[in-house]
């Protein structure tokens, strides 16, 4: 059975209806004639579906990101690169199977792409942790995106994650640590990066991985600095408050386009990737050609000297205490020292 | 080492603790009036507040506590400390010129919560005299002089927004320009919420300047301080070339809750304490409040600052 989210009911309800008349039993035998009837409900599922689907909630694009059905990194790799060799460990303590890693191709261009993996059943889940990577997976993560750059390999990193793993473990061999030098050192990396969240981009385990001259976001994908349920239970005090929440933190590819905290936005199939899955993976490897092709065309210096203005210049704030004074987006900063 | 196995049994579960988590044992009483003693000793005692220590329940006169830099006389309990009460502990007088004093955060989301985010913020600027959670400036320590940023858990848990993150990349960049070292005292309770992802931005807007700052090989010291946790543990506060924390202070990515929530596993004891992190090999070393000068004036000297020059220049 098809996994059917809760504001989808009218199309499935017309979807039903439509099937029922087109399977009438009698129609024939009675002389019914039901052309008509079913052209009529197929333009209003077509409207139906239309609608619903555009003017969908911060909320009910959570679902759509979270669907069990929706295309995950590895069906990007496999969809839209060729030739994947997977590499595997961070060389200290294990190999996390929540962040997937390797060589492949994209397009003929010999790429490094990394990613988080969900998995899709009870088993597949558990060897992946829901997605969620441990330290090892972000130390892993860099020991790849380090290779990439000895050896020239543009870097390329699918985001879909609801976080990094929380537990003891993870605290012990220190996640914060893993993160922050991933960040530090991804501003460093002399070859072009591009990160695409394709479903969930969760807080700091999204980011972990998503420091790139260029960042991508699927149209139904989500990009926050906590999930609307932790955000709901912290601020409202109430987990019933979960749609809210969604709404105020602003987390929709089209909000964060708007703020400028991403660079593009990649269309989805009609009803979301899970839909068209063949079409969501052409769609993005569309936008990943594109954007490759104009880093590529930039010096390394460039790059450097752009990705640092880039996150730079991300936060809003007020500098004087003048009534009136301007709500300054900061300018892009002093040049950083050019790389040796 | 014990670990845990790769298994999730809760999903959707956010993996940072809330920007304002109030720290878990800062709960010591204020009373106005010293309680009534056994012994006669009460008229010596002038009126004033009283604080008692969480830890070992001994009754502290305000004024003592102050002149101890707010360290249990009897067990050495860190009680919290105001960003200005450090800055004046560690810097010469008269030698710290803040940067961007006014700089305040602005409703970037128009944030609809049950309250709003500028209500939030005018209430905390009055109850904390402060304009955000950290105050930024360069200052002389001894002979050294030195580029500092100090968090102030008391304004927002010390969440990170866009003025934690401006100031501090500010900071980091004028050290990098001129030449300092560079100490960053923090307590936070990571992102701050209010500002969604302009907030978590800043993780990558720090580390990326700190990036810079260590490729000039100028040195950085992290002072981790009850608590530091999250956002901006998973950033600055765990980039420094030595992380020093305090004694007792809890330090982590996640908040103790959401991993119990998330692993149904018991905690280990201290789970998540600087002994837990010093023990676990991920902290230099710990550093009561009223060292920390000292090692910070001693460990800069092996970090490459020339002492004379440096003194030469300020
Ligand atoms: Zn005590």
Not at chain 1, 143 to 160: C, H
């Amino acid at each position: 059975m098809r996994h059917q989210l809760d504001f989808e009911k009218p199309i499935i309800e017309l979807r039903r209806k439509l099937d029922e008349l087109k399977k009438h039993p009698d129609a024939h035998a009675l002389g019914l004639n039901l052309e008509v009837e079913i052209e009529q409900i197929e333009k209003r599922l077509e409207e139906t579906r239309c609608q619903v689907y555009s003017e969908l909630t911060a909320w009910q694009r959570v679902q759509i990101a979270r669907h069990p059905k929706r295309p995950f990194v590895l069906d990007y790799i496999r969809g839209a690169f060729t030739g994947f060799v997977e590499l595997h460990g961070d060389r200290l303590f294990a190999d996390d199977r929540a962040m997937v890693g390797g060589f492949a191709q994209l397009n003929g261009h010999r790429v490094m792409v990394i990613g988080t993996q969900k998995g899709r059943d009870t088993k597949e889940n558990i060897l992946r942790n829901f997605g969620s990577a441990h330290p090892e997976g972000y130390r892993k993560a860099l020991r790849l995106m380090r290779l990439a750059d000895k050896f020239g390999l543009p870097i390329i990193t699918l985001i879909d994650t609801a976080g990094a793993y929380p537990g003891i473990g993870a605290e012990e061999r220190h996640i914060a640590e893993a993160i922050a030098v991933n960040l530090r050192e991804m501003m460093l990396l002399e070859v072009p990066i591009i990160a695409a969240v394709v479903g969930e981009g969760g807080s700091g385990g999204a980011l972990g991985i998503g420091v790139a001259d260029r960042v991508l976001i699927l149209e139904n994908a989500y990009y926050s600095v906590i999930s609307p349920e932790g955000c709901a239970s912290i601020l409202w005090k109430d987990r019933a408050a979960t749609a809210k929440a969604a709404e105020a933190l602003k987390i929709t590819a089209k909000e964060l386009k708007a703020f400028g905290l991403v660079d593009a936005v990649v269309p989805e199939p009609l009803g979301g990737a899970h839909n068209d899955p063949a079409d969501a993976v052409a769609l993005l490897k569309v936008q990943l050609l594109i954007h490759l092709d104009e880093l590529q065309k930039l010096s390394s210096g460039d790059r450097l000297r752009m990705r640092y203005q880039k996150f730079r210049a991300f936060g809003l704030f007020q500098e004087n205490n003048a009534p009136g004074s301007e709500v300054a987006q900061p300018e892009a900063a002093p040049t950083p020292a050019q790389p040796a | 080492m014990a670990t845990t196995p790769f298994i999730k049994k809760t999903l959707g579960l956010e993996t940072a603790e809330p920007a304002v988590t109030p720290p878990p044992h800062n709960n010591a009483e204020k009373v106005l009036k010293k309680p009534k003693l056994a012994g006669g000793r009460k008229r010596d005692i002038p009126e004033g507040l009283w604080n008692k220590c969480p830890k070992c329940s001994t009754l502290l006169y305000d004024k003592d506590l102050d002149a101890n830099r707010k360290v249990c006389i009897r067990c050495g309990y860190h009680f919290p400390i105001s960003a200005r009460e450090r800055i004046n502990s560690l810097v010469e007088t008269c030698s710290f010129e803040e940067m961007d004093a006014n700089m305040t955060s602005v409703d970037a989301l128009q944030f609809t919560g049950v309250t709003s985010y500028s209500n939030k913020l005018e209430s905390y600027q009055k109850s904390t005299g402060l304009k955000d959670a950290v105050i930024t400036g360069i200052g002389r320590l001894a002979d050294y002089r030195l580029a500092l940023g100090v968090m102030d858990f008391s304004f927002l848990g010390g969440s990170m927004g866009s003025v934690v993150g401006e100031k501090l990349t500010r900071l980091i960049e004028a050290a990098t320009d001129k030449g300092l070292p560079l100490v960053i005292i923090s307590t936070s309770g990571g992102a701050r919420m209010y500002e969604g992802m302009f907030s978590l931005m800043q993780m990558a807007k720090t580390s990326g300047a700190l990036a810079y700052h260590a490729r000039k090989k100028l040195p950085y010291v992290s002072v981790l301080t009850h608590p530091t946790t999250a956002g901006v543990m998973a950033s600055y506060a765990s980039l420094g070339d030595l992380i020093i924390a305090e004694p007792g202070a809890m330090i982590g990515f996640a908040g103790p809750r959401v991993i119990k929530d998330t692993t149904q596993a018991e905690l280990p004891p201290g789970f998540q304490t600087a002994e837990f992190l010093l023990d676990h090999g991920l902290i230099d070393m710990i550093v009561p409040r009223n060292e920390m000068k000292a090692v910070l004036c001693n460990v800069l000297d092996y970090l490459g600052v020339d002492r004379k020059r440096l003194a030469a220049l300020g």
